[in-house]
């Protein structure tokens, strides 16, 4: 399994970033994936959830700001951020979690950084 995200930088709060996710290794269509991040010196925080019947889930903190979305013809989601905020400044990792045999395994993405600041 291979998760490779891309998309982050740095942008003006206000701001709009587009984070992309492309996976392998498994049958992408069949699974949910998911988006999490890590902000400096905090821990791990869900960030939004879509699953293989495209529907969604999104932590409040992002909710009305943030879109999930998948492309099962290219193996790929995608995470639409708007009114991008300083406390969104974090490390954003794709994930998926995948059951082998009776062992649940989270495979992750090397993670993209977003910095917003003026």
């Known amino acids: 399994v291979q998760l490779q995200a891309c998309g982050g930088g740095l942008v003006q709060p206000g701001g709009s970033l587009r984070l992309s996710c492309v996976a392998s290794?498994?049958?992408?269509?069949?699974?949910?994936m998911s988006w999490l991040r890590q902000a400096p010196g905090k821990g791990l925080e869900s960030v939004s959830d879509i699953m293989n019947d495209d529907r969604t889930a999104y932590a409040d903190s992002v909710k009305g700001r943030f879109t999930i979305s998948r492309d099962n013809a290219n193996n790929t989601i995608f995470l639409r951020m708007n009114s991008l905020k300083p406390e969104d400044t974090a490390v954003y990792y794709c994930?998926?979690?995948?059951?082998?045999?009776?062992?649940?395994?989270?495979?992750w993405g090397q993670g993209t950084q977003v910095t917003v600041s003026s």
């Open positions: 994930y998926v979690d995948i059951l082998y045999g009776l062992d649940q395994v989270r495979n």
């Open positions: 290794g498994f049958r992408f269509s069949s699974f949910a």
